[in-house]
């Protein structure tokens, strides 16, 4: 039953290699394995794959970039030769969908999402007859040649997470991914850590030494509020970072790129473009639904794009506003409760201060009076010298306790502007709206109506209470098999319009293209790349 339940969760999820038969496989350490079963080669054949829009009938293999110092990016080119015009720069290592070779076979047209670009394969050193010197000098310069501009070479298997073309941090293997600004979130991570374990372990001793208990003073902290402060600091403390970790560890959303060197058809029945219209996105190479945006900071589309939150490392969107919220609350009361906490101590740490050097003040001016009565001018000078100011007993508890001065002064500083940001979420929630929605007006009074809208209560309701859609990211953990069967497709002028046609009648649309014309209401289905003629 667990096996047959995996199964269907891994066919219901939307694969980053959808024009394979796809079986998966679970080994004996929990590492599971999707076998893909590659399409024929045959660019007549239509059982090859589904006519959804996100299928990709193009791609043939799957070709593995490793990043190296002496290797340290790959070019991809226009066109299938050397010094040809640059594309694009692939800056690490990565598993790229191939769509064919060129009729040397020693270009494969490859693409990062929207963009497409021949890319050198590396050199494979085959039997020769021929065994003298001068020939394995050759071979050696063309290898050295080949690794000096960063070669690819097939991936018959490979990790999801290889062939993932956003800019986000993977940890234990792909089973937990961060945002792009991971190392800030880690910082986000241990200042809270080393706030909470400071005021925990270094505040709430010294406010006991203040307490009825403790001290004789008339001013004093009541012993039950230091456990209840510490109760909740502890409870508060523990919530913040779940709501943190599952706002930067959930997908956001995320809108699986399209990487094919022919651009999509848009949805059929839908608005495209205006503000409540589908958007296409060139560098995802796909046609986003409404509400949605590219975050330049993760290299993805995101569902309902709120912003991207450098503290928490990643897009907030869809699936995991309500957890940032949440997070906000939690932090904001937080905050809220040690700054007030560090002002009653320092407000009564002043206090005591101030009363006791007072009686001590009393105590010396009678002592003086005594026995130098008749020496009226130097007693009101001593007076006058003992009597302390508020601020300079507040002055003596910053040099006395620095500590506890620069944590309230911070979490001041941070209540006011989490409090603030709180508060303005609060008010979008009312409106549903987005972030990205409020920042460019998008709902101005009189201008568009927001179908979203419905009522302040509903409004609540469906961003907590609703569903949470399911996420349409694979499981970056699994590995890949890719079993290369047959020849690899060589592209020429007449295959590469053929493969257009294919395109879009998988798409339901029967007209043609050829070359790099435009049609089906301008779109233009093959995009930056060329094809060398066959006697190149």
Excluded at 2 to 8: D, F, P, T, V
Excluded at 62 to 81: C, D, G, M, Q, W
Excluded at 323 to 345: D, H, Q
Aim: with cysteine.
């Amino acid at each position: 039953m667990a096996s047959e339940q995996h199964q269907r969760e891994a066919t219901e999820r939307t694969p980053l290699t959808t024009q394979y038969t796809t079986t998966t496989t679970t080994t004996g350490d929990g590492t599971s394995k999707t076998n893909l079963q590659l399409r024929s080669n045959d660019p007549d054949d239509d059982n090859t794959c589904s006519s959804t829009q996100h299928a990709n009938t193009t791609t043939t293999r799957y070709y593995r970039f490793t990043s190296s110092v002496l290797n340290p990016f790959a070019a991809l080119h226009k066109i299938p030769e050397r010094g040809g015009q640059v594309t694009g720069l692939l800056r690490r290592s990565a598993v790229l969908p191939s769509h064919g070779t060129d009729v040397t076979k020693r270009w494969v047209l490859v693409s990062v999402g929207g963009r497409s670009g021949w890319a050198r394969r590396k050199q494979l050193i085959g039997s020769s007859s021929n065994s003298t010197n001068n020939s394995n000098l050759s071979i050696q310069s063309n290898l050295s040649e080949a690794s000096a501009i960063g070669g690819f070479e097939p991936a018959p298997e490979f990790r999801q997470l290889e062939a993932w073309m956003g800019n986000h941090v993977f940890l234990c293997n792909g089973r937990v991914m961060l945002g792009s600004d991971a190392p800030l979130f880690f910082v986000t991570n241990a200042l809270m850590l080393s706030g909470i374990l400071g005021f925990l372990f270094r505040i709430v001793p010294q406010m006991r030494q203040y307490t009825n208990e403790h001290s004789t003073q008339s001013q004093y902290i009541d012993a039950g509020e230091v456990d209840l402060v510490a109760c909740s600091v502890w409870f508060l403390a523990v919530w913040s970072f779940v709501f943190l970790w599952l706002s930067a560890v959930i997908d956001p959303g995320i809108l699986p790129a399209y990487s094919s060197p022919f651009r999509p058809l848009p949805p059929t029945n839908c608005t495209i473009g205006g503000p409540l219209g589908h958007k296409y996105c060139s560098t995802c190479n796909i046609f986003r639904p409404p509400r949605s945006k590219h975050c330049n900071s993760c290299n993805v589309c995101v569902s309902k794009f709120d912003h991207h939150c450098p503290w928490v490392g990643n897009c907030i969107g869809e699936r995991n506003y309500r957890y940032f919220f949440l997070f906000l609350v939690v932090i904001s009361l937080l905050t809220l409760i040690v700054t007030v906490s560090c002002a009653r101590l320092i407000y009564v740490v002043t206090l005591s201060n101030s009363n006791s050097s007072s009686s001590s003040s009393s105590s010396i001016s009678t002592s003086s009076s005594a026995t130098t009565f008749m020496n009226h001018d130097t007693n009101t000078d001593t007076n006058t010298t003992t009597d302390t100011t508020a601020m300079q007993e507040v002055a003596n508890v910053v040099v006395s306790m620095p500590f506890l001065v620069i944590m309230c002064m911070f979490t001041f500083l941070c209540m006011w502007s989490l409090t603030s940001l709180t508060l303005y979420h609060a008010m979008i929630i009312s409106a549903a709206q987005t972030t990205n929605e409020r920042v460019r007006n998008v709902y101005q009074v009189g201008k568009l109506h927001n179908p979203a809208n419905k009522g302040c209560c509903r409004n609540w309701g469906n961003a907590f209470c609703s569903l949470r859609p399911p996420s349409r990211l694979p499981n970056f953990h699994d590995v890949v098999v890719c079993p290369h069967v047959g020849e690899e497709m060589v592209l020429t002028q007449d295959n590469f319009t053929m493969y257009a046609n294919k395109q879009y009648r998988n798409n339901g649309n029967s007209s043609s293209v050829s070359g790099s014309t435009s049609s089906g209401g301008g779109i233009s289905p093959v995009k930056s790349v060329r094809l060398m003629p066959e006697t190149a």
